[in-house]
């Protein structure tokens, strides 16, 4: 069997296994939207907290808000086609999908906000929990412009470099940010995790099946 087509099946089958976590995932907080796990891991986050790591969650997750979020991602697109990586700068516009993603599916499950007591509220925060909107995006657009760092090859190394750590920071922070913050449950960040694994995926595969003009 020829290495890509293995590698191909590999990924089809990692990509499957999400999908299914996922499922499974959305269907316990379907039958059970308050749990013991989701108050339980939420008290352990929340148990060492202070004045400092207030802000610095607060910081993580400012940048998932509106406007901070499509003016990032409109941001990053424009640097992109101002040094002609027009590809790049167009599929960097298509992770703001992402909230039409988290939107409907929070629509559908219907799932309320993490509540004090049960709860120490740091950020009063809109719509319905599941999944957490802020991780999906996180996954799909950090997750992205660290693959374009991986491919784009022409882009200078002492740029490639801090855009990829700062942009893997962003993507492990931000799970215990909106815990920490009382804006989500467990299961919550990690529906959103996994969901956007599987949109970062989808996104690069589309992107991978044609080499940049720029490369």
Not at 13 to 20: E, H, N, Q, R, W
Not at 92 to 101: A, E, H, K
Not at 169 to 195: M, Q
Request: net charge positive.
């Amino acid at each position: 069997m020829p290495q890509s087509n293995k590698r191909k099946r590999i990924m089809l089958f990692v990509i499957g296994a999400l999908a299914i976590g996922f499922l499974l995932l959305t269907a316990f907080v379907f039958f059970f939207p308050i749990s013991s796990v989701d108050r339980e891991f939420s008290e352990e986050i929340q148990e060492h907290h202070n004045q400092l790591l207030d802000t610095v969650m607060k910081a993580i997750s400012w940048v998932g808000y509106m406007p901070a979020a499509p003016i990032m991602v409109v941001g990053t697109a424009l640097i992109f086609y101002m040094f002609k990586y027009k590809k790049e700068a167009l599929f960097v516009m298509f992770t703001m999908l992402s909230g039409v993603v988290s939107s409907s599916i929070k629509l559908l499950i219907d799932r309320p906000r993490p509540s004090e007591p049960l709860v120490r509220i740091i950020v009063k925060t809109q719509q319905q929990s599941f999944p957490s909107g802020h991780v999906l995006f996180y996954v799909l657009f950090f997750g992205f412009l660290t693959l374009l760092m991986y491919e784009v090859k022409t882009i200078p190394k002492y740029i490639r470099l801090p855009v990829s750590v700062i942009s893997l920071f962003f993507i492990f922070s931000i799970p215990y940010s909106r815990v920490y913050l009382g804006a989500h449950w467990f299961t919550d960040v990690t529906a959103g995790f996994l969901l956007g694994l599987i949109c970062l995926y989808i996104l690069s595969v589309l992107y991978l099946k044609r080499p940049s003009p720029k490369k």
